[in-house]
């Protein structure tokens, strides 16, 4: 550009020192009128300015589902688009959760369609409520949260029992035997549910044990049961398997770490075990949500 | 008269650039702040929201201490798929007692406004000293010293500021009185400053939030207050269509 071709500020600073003045480019200044434009056409069809103690609602509209079950139109505002989107995505849904509900567990499973569904959606459903403390596949965390992929279940493994427990939510506890008993009978309760699932124990300690097991004084067999084998209306588990799920046995390198761990827990007792409530008021799932997941969790690995 | 109004004439003078420019700038604001204070339906009218109690009050403040907010919001927006996820729609009157509010603006952890019974308290406490031990793909920080005791010696002072910025908290019998009739008397009795530390004491042993009753620590007040989240509102009781009408 040429010295003299373009208008300057009019300004000079440090005796040489000029600005140009250029115009606009066309482009630019015609880009500004039409945003003006279209801002003004937005302002008429969507919810815009203050006007007093109201606001102008825009002509747009958006026409739901109100809870009486009719047909309901309101100015368009993203509340209002939300709701109409979760009925529609709800109605697409529905048939299946219709069908779902209706039909016996083990037919669903053998429709490949549902239990596709099943599949795809119990995952979604799983990965964002469960898998926090369950793990992604549902292998849990000895110690704080229970396998769901194995066949051994504290509170009892039908879809009915699982949903159950979805719905309500459970607490674990096991009282403390620290101040009931005496440490060499804890030693013998502990070596006694140890030889239950096949560990080489002292037989003569595993007696007293037995015994203590059995007895009023432990009364260990009011919630595992006479047998060993839980009751699942305490959520109490099942101690002649090898599945552990407070104690960590399998962890233990040798016999003595086994019995320490058993004997930690039957000293201090248990008072965890917190499954959240999924249901009732305020539910964070509805029941078909709940329905849905006991199978997909039934089918995780040992559902019974 | 425009002839004579000229873009130079603004340029260099610089009364007439400092009041044109503060114009142009006050428009934003009066626009977009002003209204909020004038409708009537900023603020939705909702049962069941509360301040929150001394120990949630002084989890808050470790919540802020910590910098959760940096990587998780606190505002669930009006989407199909935030709904699915994190649960309803956060409302304007679920965070009218925050001073100040946590929403947030980045989501590297998830959003927590809704996080209030998802998990047991033990699951918090774990997850709080060590999260990779329960999220494995998690690259949230491990914050062990949660663990340590809580200073609940100013926690009336805190209550005290709070109430400067309109929190109900209450000095007098009349305040306690009215607080009475709002909140219901359990809650009441928790938002008495006088009482403020007996009551933080008696809400963590109660509580045992990180399964330690022998003191009360920072995770106590922390979990308290994750526990306390979004379960104010009820939303069984209201009509959804009447939220729409709210805006």
């Not at chain 1, 769901?148 to 279940?153: R, V």
């Given at each position: 550009m040429a010295e003299n071709t373009v208008q300057t500020t009019g300004h000079t600073w440090d005796e040489t020192l000029q600005e140009y003045n250029n115009p606009l480019p066309n482009w630019w200044i015609y880009g500004l009128y039409v945003t003006i434009a279209f801002a003004i056409v937005y302002w008429v069809i969507y919810p815009s300015w203050p006007v007093g103690k109201d606001h102008l609602r825009g002509i747009g509209t958006v026409t739901y589902t109100n809870s009486a079950g009719q047909p309901e139109t309101n100015g368009w505002n993203t509340r209002a688009k939300l709701l109409k989107e979760m009925q529609d995505g709800d109605a697409r849904q529905k048939p299946y959760f219709d069908k779902i509900a209706a039909m016996p567990v083990s037919q669903v499973v053998k429709d490949p369609e549902l239990n596709s569904f099943v599949l795809s959606a119990g995952k979604a459903l799983f990965s964002e409520?469960?898998?926090?403390?369950?793990?992604a596949g549902g292998q849990g965390k000895v110690g704080l949260y229970p396998n769901?992929?194995?066949?051994?279940?504290n509170y009892g493994g039908s879809v009915a029992e699982i949903e159950a427990t979805l719905v309500g939510g459970r607490r674990g506890y096991m009282p403390a035997f620290g101040e009931a008993l005496e440490k060499s009978q804890i030693e013998a309760i502990s070596s006694y549910v140890l030889g239950l699932s096949g560990h080489a124990v002292d037989k003569v300690k595993a007696a007293e044990g037995n015994a203590l097991f059995h007895s009023n004084t432990g009364?260990?067999?009011?919630?595992?049961?006479a047998d060993a084998k839980g009751r699942k209306e305490f959520g109490a588990p099942n101690l002649t398997d090898k599945v552990w799920q407070w104690a960590n046995v399998p962890a233990a390198a040798d016999m003595n770490g086994k019995i320490a761990a058993v004997r930690n827990v039957v000293t201090a007792g248990l008072n965890k075990g917190v499954m959240p409530a999924?249901?009732?008021?305020?539910?964070?799932?509805?029941p078909g949500q709940i329905k849905l997941l006991s199978i997909y969790v039934h089918q995780l690995g040992g559902g019974k | 008269m425009f002839k004579k109004f000229t873009h130079e004439k603004i340029e260099t003078n610089a009364g007439w650039l400092i009041v044109l420019t503060m114009f142009a700038i006050s428009v934003g604001g009066l626009v977009e702040i002003a209204p909020l204070f004038l409708l009537?339906?900023?603020?939705e009218k909702v049962d069941g929201v509360r301040p929150y109690s001394p120990l949630e009050q002084r989890g808050r403040d470790i919540y802020i201490r910590e910098g959760c907010y940096t990587c998780h919001s606190q505002m669930i927006r009006p989407f199909r798929d935030e709904q699915l996820r994190y649960g309803h729609y956060s409302l304007a009157a679920e965070s009218k007692y925050d001073h100040p509010f946590q929403w947030g603006s980045k989501r590297t952890g998830p959003d927590l406004a809704r996080v209030g019974g998802k998990y047991s308290n033990e699951w918090h406490t774990q997850h709080l000293i060590q999260p990779k031990s329960v999220v494995p793909e998690s690259v949230m920080p491990n914050y062990p010293w949660l663990m340590s005791p809580l200073d609940a010696s100013d926690v009336a002072d805190r209550m005290r500021a709070l109430r400067t910025t309109g929190v109900p908290y209450s000095l007098t019998q009349a305040e306690f009185e009215k607080n009475v009739k709002q909140f219901g008397e359990d809650h009441a009795r928790m938002f008495h400053i006088p009482n403020a530390q007996t009551n933080l004491v008696s809400q963590a042993q109660a509580g045992n939030y990180d399964g330690d009753n022998t003191s009360v620590s920072e995770m106590d007040a922390l979990v308290a207050y994750l526990q306390v989240l979004g379960t104010m509102v009820d939303f069984s009781k209201i009509k959804p269509e009447d939220l729409v009408k709210f805006r």
């Open positions: 409520n469960c898998a926090a403390c369950h793990q769901l992929a194995d066949d051994d279940w009364a260990c067999y009011y919630c595992h049961g999924w249901g009732g008021e305020n539910a964070r799932l509805n | 009537d339906d900023t603020i």
